[in-house]
């Protein structure tokens, strides 16, 4: 039995209205959400009378240059960071998709996942709809044209009550800027101003990189219209229980991002200060896998009083390692990624604390790093529950026949990756830890991986990651 592939990232979104730098602070934007999505990015920028935009394949630094900025003038933009996976990541698909007609042009981006995407593709199929990608994120372009003489903020709303699962749009026309978070607010996104500009961005990162405010999240089931004349909202569907993605806080998100008000780097040292409260053990030095664990690790050290210490150190300058035809070849490319610190962890009681087991793969690798390094034991510790159950909402988790944790116990597990104990963290000790709302039954998170209870209804023809008939913005649908 094999487990391959750890946890992939979201993407990430961001828009401006009303600033004379647009394209250039998208840009910036986009680069500070990086971590979300490798793959692709894209920007469209619009001068009131045209939509302008320029997209490519890989880093938000190899896709544009100081010329492109010529090509994308306006005082208004959106722009996308995108990951994809298994062979799907191709142009079309990155991200804003652009789309024009007779009368008008639509620019959109979308973090998130549709389940009833299958669904509404084969009825517009039917209906005449021809499709130019494989992005679930199209679909809604085609139910928005299908609104006919209604004002387009009407089609827009039309278009958005029909949607299932988790999105957060972007959506820029010659001269309005639209945004939109579905019912559960499944997906991160926050606005804020920049002098008179409105700026909406996936991560509160983004806003302290271009020196922007921050205002307050975007609301479940809100829609926001921004143009020249100000800023207005309107509910386009009732908000269900809020189910944000705990993950987002575990591991996607920057630590210097705060999600609701809660700021990631505090709530994942908690879960650290949680997990040593539930998980003890006698040892001699705590470390954490770089980069998303480190702050679940502090807090471990804290609560505990066992000294933390920098006994991993993860290589920033490696780009993709790509699938090797050996074993020995594919752990040197975990090797060219982390490397262990010989003098810290040689005959040291090691404490390795990390956010989350998938596959079990990386955890056995840097087990074995450790301990190849001198540790004399090695106790993992994981700040976050067993992921049991597939994802639907656009993270890359596949069937649960390929999640360790909906296979092995604890104890089997502990003895696949060859540490010396294993605990995880345990849902209510996850959600205490975060801090959400405690008045609503799921702490205002969507526990879907852990417990197999999904906040929307998983509709029949919804796809896995490994399924590869749709791509979803942020992962295959």
């Known amino acids: 039995m094999l487990y391959e592939r750890e946890l992939n990232e979201e993407c990430g979104v961001f828009g401006i209205w009303g600033h004379e730098h647009a394209a250039q602070l998208t840009y910036y934007g986009l680069h500070s959400m990086q971590h979300r999505g490798q793959e692709g990015a894209g920007i469209a920028t619009t001068d009131q009378e045209n939509v302008h935009f320029h997209k490519g394949l890989g880093l938000v630094n190899d896709v544009f240059d100081e010329q492109t900025f010529d090509q994308l003038p306006g005082r208004s933009a959106i722009g996308h960071v995108r990951y994809a996976t298994y062979g799907e990541n191709n142009y079309a698909n990155v991200q804003p998709l ?17 389940v009833n995407a299958h669904a509404l593709r084969h009825q517009l199929e039917a209906q005449g709809s021809i499709f130019q990608t494989t992005s679930d994120t199209e679909v809604i372009a085609h139910l928005i044209k299908r609104g006919g003489s209604l004002q387009f903020k009407e089609k827009v709303k039309h278009a958005l009550s029909m949607l299932k699962g988790a999105y957060a749009f972007v959506m820029l026309t010659e001269d309005q800027l639209l945004v939109a978070q579905d019912p559960h607010g499944i997906r991160p996104l926050s606005i804020g101003r920049l002098g008179d500009a409105y700026v909406v961005a996936s991560e509160t990162c983004a806003f302290d990189l271009i020196g922007a405010t921050y205002e307050r999240s975007v609301e479940p089931g809100e829609m926001l219209v921004i143009d020249d004349d100000g800023i207005s909202s309107e509910k386009v569907s009732s908000a269900g229980e809020r189910a944000m993605c705990s993950m987002e806080y575990i591991y996607f998100s ?73 074993q020995e070849l594919r752990e040197q490319g975990v090797r060219m990624k982390l490397a262990p610190v010989h003098g810290i962890v040689k005959d040291k009681r090691v404490v390795m604390v ?20 001198g540790a004399k ?96 913005s942020g992962g295959v649908l």
């Open 254 to 326: 920057r630590p210097d991002s705060n999600i609701e008000d809660i700021n990631v780097h505090s709530a994942r040292k908690r879960l650290g200060k949680q997990l040593a409260g539930e998980a003890p053990i006698e040892a001699d030095v705590v470390t954490g896998v770089p980069d998303s664990s480190i702050s679940a690790a502090i807090g471990y050290a804290e609560s505990s009083g066992i000294p933390y210490e920098l006994g991993l150190i993860k290589n920033r300058y490696v780009g993709r390692t790509f699938i090797q035809p050996s």
């Open 377 to 472: 034991e090695v106790h993992v510790r994981i700040s976050s529950p067993p992921i049991k159950h597939p994802c639907f909402y656009g993270i890359d988790t596949s069937s649960e026949s390929e999640l360790i944790a909906s296979e092995l116990s604890v104890d089997e597990i502990c003895e696949t990756i060859g540490a010396d104990s294993l605990e995880f963290l345990s849902v209510n000790g996850m959600t205490d830890a975060v801090g959400r709302d405690s008045s609503q039954s799921q702490c205002g998170q969507c526990l879907a991986c852990f417990t197999g209870k999904y906040p929307t209804e998983i509709y029949p023809g919804t796809k896995l990651p490994h399924e590869k008939e749709l791509v979803s």
């Open 98 to 114: 652009v789309f024009r007609s007779q009368t008008d042009t639509l620019s959109l981006a979308h973090n998130g996942n549709l």
């Open 354 to 373: 990390d956010d989350s087991i998938v596959r079990g793969t990386t955890s056995r690798r840097i087990v074995n790093m450790l301990r190849e390094a």
